[in-house]
């Protein structure tokens, strides 16, 4: 016997952990150059009032004045707003009418979607991404981005001018 087959095998064995190691090398700075940018909540909240001049990432403060399924409006003595809770949401009892509580989240449309509830003991409960509307969706499969703020598709063009 001759020992020319083991270091070809060496050398095969060596060349797939290597391609296997680029290639996890390759993944993982794919998935960090693709992943979104992290953004934080400001930690003061901002009056309900000044909302509609504020765009992005905001934290208000208020009581729950009424509660409509997964959405509730907030009132801080300023002014009032709606804040839905998405998906985490549904069914699930997390305010309730009069309750102190605080919101993190995106204000966009003229409502804020609400990342993070903080009750007045300072429990949290995280309802979802922060990052924007491309990741929730609506229950008829309409996506946000095709969404008004008052829940309501957008009515279809006109028709056109006969001529």
Same mark, same amino acid.
């Given at each position: ?7 070809r ?18 993944g993982?700075?794919a998935?960090?150059?693709?992943? @979104? ?15 509609p001049?504020a ?7 208020g009581?729950v ?5 997964n959405?509730?409006?907030?009132d ?12 985490? #949401?549904?069914?699930s009892?997390?305010? #309730? ?8 989240g ?25 990052? #924007? ?23 279809? @063009?006109?028709p056109?001018?006969?001529?």
């Amino acid at each position: 016997m001759t020992d020319t087959p083991k270091p070809r095998r060496l050398t095969l064995a060596l060349a797939a952990i290597g391609l296997v190691a680029a290639g996890g090398i390759a993944g993982g700075v794919a998935s960090h150059t693709m992943r @979104p940018a992290i953004e934080m909540a400001p930690l003061h909240a901002v009056a309900i009032r000044t909302l509609p001049t504020a765009s992005g990432i905001v934290t208000i403060r208020g009581r729950v004045a009424e509660t409509y399924g997964n959405k509730f409006v907030i009132d801080d003595g300023t002014a009032r707003t709606l804040v839905d809770t998405g998906h985490a #949401g549904d069914d699930s009892k997390l305010v #309730g009418d009069g309750m102190p509580i605080t919101v993190q989240g995106r204000f966009e449309r003229g409502f804020v979607r609400a990342s993070f509830l903080v009750d007045a003991a300072g429990k949290v409960t995280a309802l979802g991404p922060i990052d #924007g509307p491309h990741d929730r969706h609506w229950p008829d499969g309409l996506d946000d981005d095709r969404m008004h703020g008052d829940g309501m598709a957008p009515p279809p @063009p006109p028709p056109a001018a006969a001529g």
